[in-house]
Each structure stands twice: as C-alpha cells, then as structure tokens.
C-alpha cells in the first residue's frame, strides 16, 4: 500500500524558522511534491524534488532523501500569511500523486 | 491565462439525487485528475486523464462515480445516487505532463 505520515499540526511565532517532516513508504516513487493550502482554498505547488538534496526557493527550502524515505520542508523568516496546511505528495508513477493528510502550521504573533 | 475552473462552486442536494461536476482545465494541458477531500482530511485521488489514453479510475470509491472528458478539454465528475459520505470538496486539476498540477477551486458538495 501507500503511506504517507506528517505530523497533524505544529504551532511556530512570526520570524522563527519551521520544518515540516514528511516520510513516505509508496509502491513507486517519482519525485515529491509540497503544497500550501489555505483554509477553503485550493492547494498551490510550492516544490518540487525528484533527486537527493535540498532545493531552495526564497523562504521555502525542501529537502529529499530518497533512501530514507524522507523529505521536509523548510519554512524562514515566518509570517501569519503562513499559517495555512502544507500537504507532502509522492508521484507513484503514471502521474499519480498520493497525498498526506497534510499538516496545519498556527503562525503567532 | 485563465487557471483551472470548476462549476458549480457549492451544491447541496437531497441523498439519492444525481449531481453533475465541472472542470475547465488550463489550455494545452494534457493531464487531468479529480480529488476528493472530505473535512480535515488529505486528497483522496479519485481519477485521471492523459491525452487520449484509458483513464486510470482506480481511485473511483464505488459505481456510483464516473468520470468523463471529451479529448484535452472539459471533464465532468457524475455521482449517482448520492450519499451523506460523498459530501467533500471535489477538486480538479491539470498539467502539462508529469510536473506541476494546478488545481481549481474545488466544488463543495453536501448531501442532506
């Protein structure tokens, strides 16, 4: 079967530094993604990793290690505007994604 | 461009009725999938299309759903028969190839 475990939610102030843990146990693997989704809204792509190693993009870092079935992303510099959930999805192959059950981060002030 | 589109934006129906979703995906993009998420939960992936091959609908949770897509355009998600389970948001979205998926707004759904 497919597994995907985050932590159900994780509370942060503004201006601190976040991770966000995703393991993953899939029958096929072909890249990870993260999502931001703010409540009633649709999720929107944040990152992408389909190699080792750790791929930056402004204040979002995301981290893959795909022998360990592991990846996090990394949130910097906190705003309330972050506080939202982040869901960890693996490409299992022919384009199909499996997601977590996401993790809802409480950014206070 | 226009984003990924999805009428109508919430329906409530009474359990037993049939109840028709759409998805107006990004022009050019080949790939389209249908989620479900009910409250507080993760995407359950319910379908996908690819071009003009078989869809794959080992998602589909019973009989009761289908899906259509007429080539790389317009899908619709059917549910008959509704049931007070089936209430969730129905997202949809698209890509070009194995990247990025861009999801619409989703369709709320209640079943009373």
Known sequence: GQNIDQPTEMTATEGAIVQINCTYQTSGFNGLFWYQQHAGEAPTFLSYNVLDGLEEKGRFSSFLSRSKGYSYLLLKELQMKDSASYLCAVNTGFQKLVFGTGTRLLVSP | ?112
């Not at chain 2, 109508?8 to 998420?37: F, M």
């Open chain 2, 1 to 112: 461009g226009a984003g990924v589109s999805q009428s109508p934006s919430n329906k409530v129906t009474e359990k037993g009725k049939d109840v028709e979703l759409r998805c107006d995906p990004i022009s050019g993009h080949t790939a389209l999938y249908w989620y479900r998420q009910r409250l507080g939960q993760g995407l359950e992936f319910l379908i996908y299309f690819q071009g003009n091959s078989a869809p794959d609908k080992s998602g589909l949770p019973s009989d009761r759903f289908s899906a259509e897509r007429t080539g790389e355009s317009v899908s619709t998600l059917t549910i008959q028969r509704t049931q007070q389970e089936d209430s969730a948001v129905y997202l949809c979205a698209s890509s070009r190839t194995w990247d990025e998926q861009y999801f619409g707004p989703g369709t709320r759904l209640t079943v009373t």
